[in-house]
Each structure stands twice: as C-alpha cells, then as structure tokens.
C-alpha cells in the first residue's frame, strides 16, 4: 500500500477543535466569509482569500453546483439543517475522536456530541475559569483554592487537557511564579472588573499552578502559539518566549498549537528540544492553503514524527474540519523542497501508520494524536 493510500485512510483523531454552532441564513454573505480569516478583515477582502476560495469548492462538491457560483453556493449552505449537515461533514475526514475547548464559542463538548458519530471529549480552557472565580470571589485566597479545585476536579472527571489562551491575552513571555504579584495583581483586576483576564501576573500564576496540577494527574496543558486572534501581538506569540515556562514544569506534556505560525522553524527548534513538547499544526493546516506543505516540510526538519499532532481547530462551521483533513492528507505528496531522501523516510514510516485508540489513557492528547506515526505510544 503507498503512503498516499494509507494517509487517506487513516482515521483522525483531532488534538484540537472547538463546537460547531448553527449558521444563520440571514445576511450569510457577509458572515461566512469572515469565518475563513483570522485577521478583522473586510468582506470584500475575505472574500478573496486562498482559504475562502477553498471553502467554495468544498460547497461546491457537496451541492453539485459551479465553485464560482458564489451566491447560489452561499444559498445552499443557509439552508442545510444543522445537526445533519455537520454530522456528515465530519463523518467525511474519517475523524473518529475530538479533543473540543468548551472556552469557545461555550457550548458544553456533550452538546457538540450530538452532532456527530465521533468520539468527543472536553478540555478545560483556564482564562474562562479565572474570570468566572474573580467575579466570585473577593479575596486572593479563596480565589487560589477555588481555581486549584476547579482544575482538579475538571481532571479527576471527563476532562482531558487543559488548555490557555495567554498568547492573546499577555503573550508567551509567562514571568515566574510569584504569589505575591498574584495578589497584587488580583486586587488590581477587582477594583476595577470588566470582565477580562489578562493582568500578566495573575495570568501567570495561574498558569504555573495549572501546569504543576497538570503534571501531577499526567494530563497536557495546550497553548495557543503563532496566529490564531486579532488580539495577539504578532512579536508576542513567538513559541521561544515559552522555553522558561516549558523548562519549570518539565514533568508536564505541553502542546503547542497552530505550529506558531508563522514561526514554524522555531516552534519545531522548541519541540525538538524539549521532551515534555509537542507541536500541533491546527489551523495553520488549513489556513496557509499552498502553504500548508511548506508548514509540515518545516516542522518535519527537526520534530520527530511522533512528536507532531494532527488537529483541525475547526469553529463556528464543520466546513473547516473538511478544509483541514483534506489539506493534511495531501501535505506528505506536495513537498515543495523535493527532498526524495526525506519523502521515502514517510514512505519507510507508513508501515508504522495505524487509527489511534481514543479508549486509550488520558494523555491520549499527546500519544495517539497522529501525523505519520504512532510508534511512541
């Protein structure tokens, strides 16, 4: 069997995903479009991306109608039922398991479940749970020991990872562990509370005793890496910030999402150092379009296979779960290098290719999320 042909019918596990919410009809032309991009871009340049442009013809081949059609494409998809029509598209990328941040857009995983056949399970977005306990509690103590309850009973029950989105709210240059900062910090956010997290070092805090809890119940904690949100800093979200974080908390599994892009190299620099590291290139696959073989020849430089994860970090639509797996299978045949010593490495690798088992142990996240092999499991 070819590499080509085992890819192609691998079942997926997906390391990073979010629910699927209906998509209302009314003035869908200026919504959809938008979906595909992760800058606050005008339609009329939205509509113009690579990405969008794909989505079209993923319209069109399950409508039947001509990829540039964009008007009746856009009918069509105002008018599908929700629950059925995300089902199948899952059901399409052989996806058998989702690992789903509940953060965003806040729809509870069992909800999502119900739209599809695959296996679904939780993970634990920390910013939400911080901003819940400072509108709750008045003093730092309390705050402490319910955020550390918080986390340990999301792990002691369905959850399977936790996951931070400091990168948009502070950057990756995570300070140390400083209870005492914490504290000023959290008076700081109580005397005036909008509702949003993201004094640095109460975020910090946080995260490192999230990470340590993390580490004692051998679950991953992922961070959001590279783009991803019009809130990050484009120097910020640089996946080296993380090295002093990462080298704190070395009995804890960290995955770094979107293979940081654009900062692929580093990422791969990173994971390819650190034992505890994994690199997810969600997002970054499908949204580079042509470039998504380029972001996998990337990473496959320094990381080993069974240290890359393969996630959709599909949202709002289920078409992105389509662009996503369409686009990874096809990465391992487009290498734009040519490098044929590397391409019958992969080749050499296929044998090693099987579906992951989602009934397996909980940091799963990290073991059986595939790319080419799952030899270290």
């Known amino acids: 069997m070819s590499l ?5 019918g691998l079942a997926l596990v997906d390391n990073h995903a979010h629910p699927i919410e209906p998509l209302s009809p009314a003035g869908i032309e200026e919504t959809f479009p938008g979906i595909f ?30 990829p540039d059609a964009e008007a009746e494409l856009l009918a069509c998809r105002g008018d599908v039922e929700h629950s059925e029509y995300t089902s199948e598209c899952i059901a399409a990328t052989n996806t058998e398991a989702i690992l789903v941040d ?16 695959a296996d679904v399970y939780p993970m634990l977005r920390l910013e939400p749970v911080i901003e819940e306990l400072l509108s709750e509690h008045g003093e730092f103590a309390a705050f402490e020991t319910a955020f550390r309850d918080r986390v340990e009973e999301a792990l002691d029950g369905e959850y399977v990872a936790l996951k ?12 140390p562990r400083d209870r005492a900062d914490a504290r000023a910090g959290f008076a700081d956010l109580r005397r ?21 809890i993390a580490g004692e119940y051998g679950s991953p904690v992922q961070f959001h890496t590279g783009f991803g949100d019009p809130d990050a800093h484009p120097r910020l979200v640089n996946p080296t910030h993380l090295v002093e974080c990462i080298e704190t908390h070395p009995e804890t599994d960290i995955v ?5 892009y654009p900062y692929v190299g580093q990422a791969a620099y990173v994971t390819a150092t650190y034992p505890n590291v994994h690199l997810d290139l969600s997002l970054a696959i499908p949204f580079a ?6 972001v996998l020849s990337t990473a496959l430089e320094l990381v080993p ?11 709002h639509t289920p078409e992105l779960f389509v662009l996503a797996a369409r686009r990874f299978r096809e990465c391992p045949h487009r290498d734009p290098e040519g490098n044929r010593r590397d391409r019958d490495h992969l080749r050499d690798l296929r044998r090693d290719c099987r579906p992951a088992d989602p009934s397996g142990e909980r940091n799963r996240t990290v073991r059986s999320g595939l790319i080419l092999s799952d030899r270290g499991t």
């Open 4 to 8: 080509h042909d085992t890819i192609a």
């Open 37 to 66: 991009t992760e800058g606050a871009l005008a339609t009329r340049d939205a509509r113009h991306t690579l990405n969008y442009r794909a989505v079209l013809g993923v319209l069109a081949d399950r409508f039947g109608a001509d």
């Open 102 to 117: 509940e953060g965003f857009p806040g729809m509870p995983a069992r909800e999502f479940a119900r739209h599809t056949d």
């Open 164 to 175: 931070t989105i400091a990168a948009y709210r502070r950057g990756l240059d995570i300070g």
């Open 192 to 212: 005036d509370w909008d509702g949003r997290v993201d004094h640095p070092r109460l975020l910090d805090y946080c995260l490192h005793l999230a990470l340590s």
């Open 256 to 260: 770094m999402l979107h293979g940081g």
């Open 289 to 294: 379009q042509h470039g998504a073989s380029r």
């Open 305 to 315: 296979t069974t240290k890359l994860l393969y996630g959709s970090d599909a949202f």
